[in-house]
């Protein structure tokens, strides 16, 4: 981690971005040791059974009960008034997708909210469900009454205020639900939810990581593997640091998170061993697309056999100079 630190330093110097870096990192025994913005796993968990907690006392200031739309809007008054969490429009930040950083600061991915307000209803044992709409991810509690939640109160429904300006915005699919149109959607398991949120953190690290090479994609070394005539890939070169590598580090153990719940994405697993290829991990590369040569159509799979081809090269040139070799291979 150090090293990938000093490494991103020069990544955002290049970049004209002034970094301070730091040498001073402090390894840990176990995950729940180590602190995530001043406080342990456990924390933070804890922070969502303290909003679950506040939800309850304004319920009980109020004298209120527990039905349905009393609760939630309770909750919407917890999160989005006492606290102030917002979405997050746009993913520009990566602590916004992150749910310690989203508890501290307050602002979120949309996915991350929902996750949140998922587990804070959970805790008042409401039980909340939620489906991919289009481009967006949506919740509502479980009722067999959901005409309730679009019933517009102050000039939104509930169902708009649990999920946000997607809900109202005519050029969003979700704009188009009712309460008879939900019932018909496909329920999220918890493994769904969580590989949206996976999904979302490899597409911003590797934005992130390959910020300063506008236009290249994981797949492009694949092109050139298929065209001899074309002049090798610049990510071939030594010591050009094309890519920030804690951002790369981070989309690549996100990958590999997400590879458990996923395991026969031939896309995701192709995407992740092109990632290894930009880490220079040439051997784990070789594994992982060899692997998705199997599952991958035949047009995808003779378009990765001539770049898996190359790799086992570029592995053999790798462990040669490993064993103090001078020597290099030509790689065509």
């Not at 797949?219 to 090798?232: F, I």
Request: aromatic share 6%; with cysteine.
């Amino acid at each position: 981690m150090v090293f990938n630190r000093e490494m991103d330093a020069c990544s955002f110097l290049n970049e004209g971005i002034d970094v301070c870096s730091s040498s001073n990192a402090r390894e840990w025994d176990s995950v729940e040791q180590m602190p995530l913005d001043g406080k342990t796993i456990s924390e933070w968990l804890s922070e969502l059974d303290a909003i679950a907690k506040e939800v309850e006392a304004e319920l009980v200031s109020r004298d209120i009960g527990c039905h349905l739309v009393e609760v939630l809007q309770a909750v919407n008054l917890v999160l989005f008034e006492l606290r102030g969490f917002k979405r997050s429009p746009v993913l520009v930040d990566s602590k916004h997708s992150y749910l310690h950083l989203v508890l501290s600061s307050g602002c979120g991915s949309a996915i991350l909210l929902s996750i949140i307000y998922i587990e804070v209803c959970r805790r008042l044992g409401l039980t909340i469900v939620g489906s991919r709409v289009g481009e967006d991810f949506l919740i509502w509690p479980q009722t067999t009454y959901p005409e309730e939640l679009f019933k517009v109160t102050s000039g939104h429904s509930l169902f708009a205020v649990v999920n946000g300006r997607c809900v109202e915005d005519p050029r969003s699919m979700a704009s188009d639900l009712t309460g008879s149109s939900l019932l018909g959607l496909e329920i999220a398991s918890n493994r769904d939810i969580v590989g949206i949120a996976l999904a979302n953190l490899i597409r911003f690290h590797w934005k992130c990581a390959s910020r300063s090479n506008l236009g290249l994609m994981l797949t492009s070394p694949l092109r050139h593997a298929h065209n001899a005539d074309e002049k090798p890939n610049k990510i071939d070169k030594p010591n050009v640091p094309l890519l920030r590598p804690q951002d790369l580090k981070l989309a690549i153990m996100a990958s590999e998170r997400l590879l458990i719940l996923q395991p026969h994405n031939w896309a995701l697993r192709r995407d992740h061993g092109m990632m290894l290829y930009y880490n220079r991990e040439y051997g784990k590369a070789v594994q992982e697309l060899s692997i998705c040569m199997a599952f991958a159509p035949e047009e995808e799979a003779e378009l990765l056999e001539p770049f898996v081809e190359k790799l086992h090269l570029m592995r053999l040139e790798s462990s040669w100079k490993s064993l103090g070799h001078t020597a290099s291979m030509t790689v065509k």
